[in-house]
């Protein structure tokens, strides 16, 4: 089960602070999988150059709580959640990320957090004609960036799999 984070599709319902509502939210979710028979989760972890989980590259995502930058209440964090709770229920937890995408509308170009690696080093940065913004796949220190960040996640937690999902490139325009 593909679980997207993206514009509040899946998870969070809504974006918000509150460790409750993102627990209680996602153990309806693993609850759902397990009483399905399905025995793997591919949770999106990075949808948007931004994390869900706590990170020392990318900040906090706005589709989390609402504000790029802004971590959950009470040092909650979703994707070990999400682990230590997939796997009590015999479910394996994939990270999915999507390496390129830093906003999913150029309406976001001005809400990315101080410490946002676009924002730290625009020269990574291309934008296509939408206005949106992508990582450079071309670029090397793209994808140092992406690889790191792909580290961190399996050095820091137990997750099963980490999946790189991106068909969003900007355009020739």
Known sequence: VWVSTVANIDYPSRQTTNSEILKSEMIEILDNCKSMGFNAVFSQVRPCGDAFYNSSVFPWSKYLTGTQGIAPDNGFDPLRFAVEEAHNRGIQLH????????TNSSSDNNKLASNNPAVLNPGLVLTDSNGKMYYNPGDSASIDLIV???VEIVENYDVDGIHMDDYFYPDAS
């Open 95 to 102: 990270a999915w990320i999507n390496p390129y995408r830093i």
């Open 148 to 150: 790191n960040g792909a």
